[in-house]
């Protein structure tokens, strides 16, 4: 006879969060799928904020979908500027190609956007943007009775803000982001590239002015008056935020409700975009079969390019300790040498992107493993060895010790 009662001492199995990725080019796209992926976000230039690092055109975008729905993964679009009357039309007929679409959700923040999303695809599932605030559950039961599936929750709430949300709200689900850069504004509603350099960040042109150096002298109300800023050789930098990585705390975001872990950078390189999808691939993996979180992912993702990371707003209030003084440039000790995109006569090709020198040693990341080795031959189209290349050349062709799949990735300590 089985006792019942053994069963009541069991975990309940955790659901496993999706890890959704950006996809700022077909490129992209395909290296975020490739390392890990559940689900992408991928807008159109003219309806989606990062319009100026897009390289999605009609046919691209089109082959997108095709393209995600041959992996069995997901595809979310962004609709999420904030439009003037002139965009209203022409936002009409990208909603209708969306219909003929069919994308796993769309994403949008302007009530009028929402409005059009319902009155010409009435079945398109809706997920709130990141760009609306909605940092209380009032505003989230708002997006619900409207038809909503989906907030992705501002940067600005604690951990146990969001789940206070979750608990008033448990049918709706809940993104949030948990690496990437951090705007000096309300999560994206800023003002400041618009008056700097008339490029608005509403509309998707940001110039992330913010993060400029400056010297600030007094403010008119407290004549005499002086902020308590340090300032060294290389200037003031008031409102450039440290990176936000949640990679330590994705299960206390997961035990407070939330379904998708999002990864903010459309406008990154794919190295970065193969290495941070590889890290949270592993910890969520981790997280979901109950082992525990391995430090060494924090070392993992220091390789890429970063402003020092924080973990931002979730623990506690933003405070001094969240600011980079440093520079206004991300660093990093690693540099990305180049990509794989092919294989000919047991050589790789190799998309370069910064110098390499027979005998350097280097390492290589697939979405399974990471290498060092030495660089034993480098050859260019011809097949004539070469001592050193750099990334003015054309693909040049490398010898590896181990199988690697096209997309894998070079990098090497930087000097």
């Not at 991928?42 to 729905?69: H, I, Q, T, W, Y």
């Not at 997901?74 to 936002?91: G, R």
């Not at 150096?213 to 403010?219: A, G, P, R, S």
Request: aromatic share 10%; charged share 30%; hydrophobic share 35%.
């Amino acid at each position: 006879m089985i006792n019942e009662g053994c069963f009541a001492t069991l975990a309940p199995v955790m659901k496993k969060p999706e890890l959704i990725l950006p996809a700022g080019s077909p490129d992209k796209l395909r290296i975020a799928y490739q390392y890990g992926g559940d689900a992408c976000y991928v807008g159109f230039p003219p309806f989606s904020l990062r319009a100026r690092e897009n390289k999605f055109d009609e046919e691209s975008f089109r082959e997108a979908f095709s393209f995600a729905r041959e992996l069995g993964k997901k595809l979310y679009v962004t609709t999420n500027i904030f439009p003037h009357n002139s965009k209203i039309d022409a936002f009409e007929k990208h909603i209708k190609l969306l219909a003929e679409l069919k994308p796993d959700a769309i994403i949008c923040a302007d009530p009028g956007v929402f409005s059009l999303i319902k009155e010409h695809y009435p079945d398109a599932k809706i997920h709130i943007s990141v760009q609306a605030n909605s940092v209380n559950y009032r505003d989230v039961m708002f997006w619900r009775d409207l038809g909503a599936a989906r907030v992705i929750l501002p940067r600005e709430l604690l951990i146990n803000e969001i789940r206070e949300i979750h608990e008033r709200v448990p049918e709706m689900e809940l993104e949030c982001f948990v690496h990437g850069a951090i705007c000096v504004s309300y999560s994206g509603r800023c003002l400041v590239s618009n008056y700097l350099t008339m490029r608005d960040p509403n509309q998707g042109s940001c110039a992330q002015s913010c993060r400029w150096k400056y010297k600030v002298l007094e403010e008119a109300e407290r004549p005499g008056e002086y902020m308590p800023i340090d300032e060294d050789e290389h200037g003031t930098y008031l409102f450039n935020a440290k990176d936000l990585c949640a990679l330590p705390s994705l299960k206390e975001l997961v035990e407070a409700g939330v379904t998708g872990f999002k990864v903010e950078g459309r406008s990154k390189t794919v190295y970065y975009l193969a290495t941070v999808a590889k890290v949270y691939r592993e910890a969520i993996d981790d997280m979901v079969a109950g082992r525990d979180f391995d430090e060494g992912l924090m070392e993992t993702v220091m390789k890429t390019s970063n402003r020092s990371f924080t973990p931002g707003f979730l623990k506690k209030k933003f405070d001094e300790s969240a600011i980079f003084y440093k520079h206004n440039a991300p660093t990093s000790e690693y540099q990305f040498v180049g990509i794989v995109r092919g294989e000919k006569d047991g050589l790789y090709e190799v998309e370069l992107k910064n110098r390499i020198f027979k005998g350097c040693e280097i390492e290589i990341m697939t979405p399974d493993e990471e290498f060092m080795q030495k660089l034993e031959g480098i050859f260019d189209e011809e097949g004539e060895s070469l001592d050193e290349a750099h990334g003015g050349h054309k693909n040049v062709f490398v010898r590896l010790e181990k199988e690697v799949p096209i997309g894998a990735i070079l990098r090497q300590k930087a000097k």
